[in-house]
């Protein structure tokens, strides 16, 4: 038996990796654009007044737009996977999220930060579980060990809104639910796959099918269980966020774009240009795009109005295939207090930096194995 897990976790880690996807990685390439910048200029995003233009929608998204419960992000079937990606990026950051989770076992809801060279920050919902939400890390899109997700409990997800936060700086990231931390990262230099989120990111939000029937059996399992649609449609709400870019972290006044100066993927590596007081960051400054809005016809449940902006977010993943692997590594219920051994980029580092300020059941060897193959699918949806 364990024989025929680890061959399918490897096949689906090998689908991951190879799914992973950028339009460019600066760590890998010469050329690739400058990610542009959110800036000084604090952006707020509605929903409930309709489309924004700081978010491109993926080819075959259609959204709706009800002026209580936002955007809805709609699934009726395997293949819909509706995503939205921001124009810009923060280079450090907060971003709050109020969101409600779509119903439905083997439905996901997921909230990303990602960057040109794939290093990515997340939040996941599982449509099923009503008493729990999901966060992760990767670095440079690595897949090689899949041990740095946690279990956050949150009051039932999927019927009440709940304000999402990720705040991220130079020496430290927390995931944080209605203003309180549930988990820390602590950047402490360490390389390979336990590595630190710390280059320019973009928003990404959606929701997508875990549960489909041709999905690995593992990324079945992890989703919860093949997604019945005679029950759909089954419908995310992202109702608002809150975006601030740090512009490295380092004092900047104002951001137009950030720079990679060479290949190592480092923070101290990436140039703010347009900091200190010149170009001017006008671009952040968003405004309802003319889209006319339609009523979506909301759930018999009643939404609450959560939308603080002191702390907490949200994420997903669109195009880009590494907020796929996201799901993956998924597993980590129990609290993390010491070190843990991570093997990374050609040998071990030491991760003492993860600390899961959450509980829950414990994970087991198949659920960490069904993250995996979580990722894979995402991977092959996002393409």
């Not at 439905?104 to 579980?129: A, C, H, K, N, P």
Request: aromatic share 8%; net charge negative.
């Amino acid at each position: 038996m364990l024989s025929k897990i680890f061959t399918t976790v490897a096949l689906a880690a090998s689908l991951a990796s190879a799914q992973t996807f950028t339009a460019c990685d600066p760590t890998k390439r010469d050329g690739c654009p400058n990610p542009k910048a959110v800036g000084a200029k604090p952006v707020d995003v509605d929903f409930r007044k309709g489309a924004n233009s700081f978010f491109k929608p993926a080819d075959g998204t259609s959204l709706k737009y009800d002026n209580g419960l936002g955007a809805v992000f709609s699934i009726s079937k395997e293949t819909d996977a509706p995503t939205i990606s921001s124009n810009q990026y923060i280079f450090f950051g907060q971003v709050d999220v109020t969101v409600r989770a779509a119903r439905g076992v083997g439905v996901v809801t997921s909230f990303v930060l990602q960057s040109d060279d794939l290093d990515e920050i997340d939040w996941e919902w599982l449509g099923g579980d009503a008493t729990q939400v999901q966060t992760n890390f990767f670095s440079k899109g690595c897949t090689d060990t899949y041990d740095r997700g946690g279990f956050s409990p949150v009051a039932d997800p999927v019927n009440q809104f709940h304000t999402y936060t990720i705040k991220w700086t130079p020496d430290q990231l927390d995931w944080i639910i209605d203003g309180a931390v549930v988990r820390t990262l602590k950047n402490t230099g360490v390389a390979g796959c336990a590595g630190y989120p710390q280059t320019p990111m973009q928003i990404k939000l959606g929701t997508w099918v875990g549960g489909r029937k041709d999905a690995p059996q593992g990324t079945i399992d992890w989703a919860g269980g093949i997604t019945d649609f005679t029950d759909a449609p089954f419908d995310g709400y992202y109702q608002s966020l809150h975006i601030q870019d740090y512009m490295g972290g380092q004092g900047a006044t104002s951001a137009s774009e950030y720079r990679y100066t060479d290949r190592s993927g480092t923070w101290q590596s990436i140039k703010v240009v347009g900091g200190n007081g010149g170009d001017s960051d006008s671009s952040s400054s968003v405004k309802p795009s003319s889209t006319k809005s339609t009523s979506a016809k909301p759930t018999s449940t009643k939404a609450s109005s959560t939308t603080s902006h002191t702390s907490t977010a949200t994420t997903l993943s669109t195009k880009s295939s590494s907020a796929s692997h996201s799901a993956s590594s998924s597993a980590e219920h129990a609290t993390t207090s010491g070190p843990s051994k991570t093997s990374g980029n050609g040998g071990s580092a030491t991760n003492s930096a993860s600390s899961t300020v959450s509980t829950g059941a414990a994970p087991t060897m198949v659920g960490n194995m069904a993250a995996v193959g979580a990722a894979a699918l995402f991977g092959y949806l996002a393409l």
